[in-house]
């Protein structure tokens, strides 16, 4: 993130190692934001629509509310990502059958093609971490808490 120069920086060093760790980390979720949303825009879906359709296993029916939570989505919001992937047949909408009132989800096999096409895309292409040496990719693996890379 480039900010102007007439900010003023902390005092303390820490804080400014802080900080500077900050904007970096907001540059690499940016660039990692932007290549979601170019695989999405590849296949034909938004980033937030993909993120539905990769929420769902192949062969689950899960309450809409369910998804919300999993997502972290306000409903209203999720209904429209739902209306639009139903409308070209990338998802079932039905009622539960333990609770009319309850909306399930379910991939249709058109849905099954795209998540799965679209998850193929994306990790068979450089990540924008991709520099990093074997040595820096682990230490930071670990640092983030997400074990070794294969």
Not at 60 to 78: F, H
Not at 106 to 129: C, E, H, I, Q, V
Request: glycine share 6%; with cysteine; aromatic share 4%.
């Amino acid at each position: 993130m480039q900010l102007p120069d007439d900010l003023p920086t902390p005092a303390d060093p820490r804080l400014r190692a802080l900080l500077d760790v900050d904007l970096a980390m907001i540059d690499i979720t940016d660039r990692l934001a932007e290549r979601w949303n170019a695989h999405a825009a590849m296949h034909g879906v938004s980033g937030a629509q993909i993120k539905v359709l990769l929420s769902l296993r192949g062969d689950d029916a899960v309450p809409m509310s369910e998804v919300a939570t999993r997502l972290d989505y306000d409903a209203s919001n999720l209904t429209t990502l739902v209306e639009r992937l139903r409308g070209r047949g990338f998802l079932e909408r039905t009622e539960d059958p333990g609770d009319r009132r309850r909306k399930t989800l379910r991939l249709t096999p058109a849905g099954l093609k795209l998540r799965d096409a679209f998850w193929t895309s994306l990790t068979n292409s450089p990540s924008p971490m991709a520099d990093l040496s074997d040595t820096d990719l682990s230490h930071l693996a670990r640092l983030l808490g997400c074990g070794q890379p294969q």
